[in-house]
């Protein structure tokens, strides 16, 4: 089994719809969670961390569920700006490196 | 503020040539510091990471190396380049101790011919 798993997409929503997308990951000992972002032929750009009680940073909400062991990302009322690929991110433990999942593909029609 | 430089931005190699990348890091010390390789369309492949000067640490066996000569450089390396080298490769830093988000360069793309 993958150390994190997302769904590859593409997600095709029209403007202004609500997208989610949801990634599982299999080390229980995992600490910390992330969501970046990567444009096309562009570096990964961190989008929001994910804290255990769930946060919002304007149309996007990132949860977790430590139970099942997965971690979630809504964005509301989609824009064309946001086609983009999201990469689900997890942090072991220790001075190891951040896990990147391979990302799922979101493209927002006008 | 923190800034990640790599350079060049783009290359073509032939293949049996060598391979130079370089990465800096301003504005921390002590970062930690990775190399990534992104096939086309692919998810992200860590190469190498690096927690301290002359640390490396190496995820994959493969045609590369790395070297940390100073705090805030790292170098990635090849003596005989191979096509299946090709691809996008990413720098990124963190701060070093765990549990903190990566930042990264703006990338080198990377074709072997």
């Known amino acids: 089994r993958k150390e994190v798993e997302q769904d590859p997409g593409p997600f095709n929503v029209p403007e202004g719809a609500t997208v989610a997308f949801n990634c599982t990951y299999s080390?229980?000992?995992?600490?910390?969670f992330f969501w970046y972002r990567q444009d096309c032929r562009k570096e990964p750009k961190l989008l929001m961390s994910?804290?255990?009680s769930g946060n919002e940073d304007g149309r996007f909400t990132a949860q977790l569920n430590r139970a099942s062991q997965y971690i979630s990302l809504l964005i509301r009322d989609s824009k064309l700006s946001d086609s983009a690929t999201y990469l689900c991110?997890?942090?072991?433990?220790?001075?190891?490196?951040?896990?990147f999942g391979k990302g799922t593909r979101l493209s927002v029609i006008a | 503020s923190q800034t990640i430089h790599q350079w060049p931005a783009t290359l073509v190699q032939p293949v049996g040539s060598p391979l130079s990348l370089e990465c800096t890091v301003e504005?921390?010390?002590?970062?930690?510091l990775y190399w990534y390789r992104q096939a086309a369309g692919r998810g992200l492949q860590l190469l190498f990471y690096s927690v301290g000067i002359g640390q490396i640490s190496s995820e994959v066996p493969q045609n590369l190396s790395a070297s940390r000569p100073q705090d805030r450089q790292f170098i990635l390396s090849s003596k005989k380049l191979l096509l299946s080298d090709s691809g996008f490769y990413l720098c990124a830093w963190s701060v070093g101790g765990g549990a903190h988000e990566q930042f990264f360069g703006p990338g080198t793309r990377l074709t072997v011919l």
């Open positions: 504005g921390t010390s002590n970062p930690n």
């Open positions: 080390n229980s000992a995992s600490q910390s």
């Open positions: 991110v997890v942090f072991r433990s220790g001075n190891t490196p951040l896990v």
């Open positions: 994910v804290y255990s």
